[in-house]
């Protein structure tokens, strides 16, 4: 009987670590550095949480309104120089793809989209092969 209350301890220790390991992420840590790492000339719109929950996420979209004339630049932080298999993928409003950061088999850490008709644009981040799940991106502009 000892045994089984000994058994059911740990699975009970190892579960409430799993729990906690998921919980680590904080993207708002990424969003800061990201926003000093906008590119020359563009101005801090916004920054997105990339929060995939261990995995549990397969896909994280937001909406914004771009303007017709301007310049849009989107760039993923993780902490590292690699974007730890995180897409950006930009979609007009019609869900018609515009751009990504993965290209040909390559992570990039951003984009940058000249916009051509005013309306609202979907931004989705998505996993390959990530190991954190985690991350911030920001959204700068220039006209």
């Given at each position: 009987?000892?045994?089984?209350?000994?058994?059911?301890?740990?699975?009970?220790?190892?579960?409430?670590?799993?729990?906690?390991?998921?919980?680590?992420?904080d993207p708002s840590a990424y969003t800061d550095e990201c926003v000093s790492q906008l590119a020359d000339g563009f101005n801090f719109v916004k920054s997105?949480?990339?929060?995939?929950?261990?995995?549990?996420?397969?896909?994280?979209?937001?909406?914004?309104?771009?303007?017709?004339?301007?310049?849009?630049?989107?760039?993923?932080?993780?902490?590292?120089?690699?974007?730890?298999?995180?897409?950006?993928?930009?979609?007009?409003?019609?869900?018609?793809?515009?751009?990504?950061?993965?290209?040909?088999?390559?992570?990039?850490?951003?984009?940058?989209?000249?916009?051509?008709?005013?309306?609202?644009?979907?931004?989705?981040?998505?996993?390959?092969?990530?190991?954190?799940?985690?991350?911030?991106?920001?959204?700068?502009?220039?006209?």
């Open positions: 009987m000892k045994a089984i209350y000994m058994l059911i301890g740990a699975l009970s220790f190892i579960l409430m670590l799993s729990f906690q390991a998921k919980a680590q992420c997105y949480e990339i929060n995939g929950a261990g995995g549990s996420k397969d896909k994280i979209e937001y909406s914004y309104v771009f303007a017709k004339g301007t310049q849009y630049f989107m760039n993923i932080c993780t902490g590292s120089e690699s974007t730890d298999g995180i897409v950006l993928s930009l979609y007009d409003s019609n869900r018609k793809k515009v751009g990504t950061t993965y290209t040909n088999g390559s992570f990039n850490r951003g984009i940058v989209y000249p916009c051509n008709a005013t309306g609202i644009y979907y931004i989705t981040f998505t996993f390959e092969e990530s190991q954190k799940y985690c991350g911030g991106a920001v959204l700068g502009f220039k006209r």
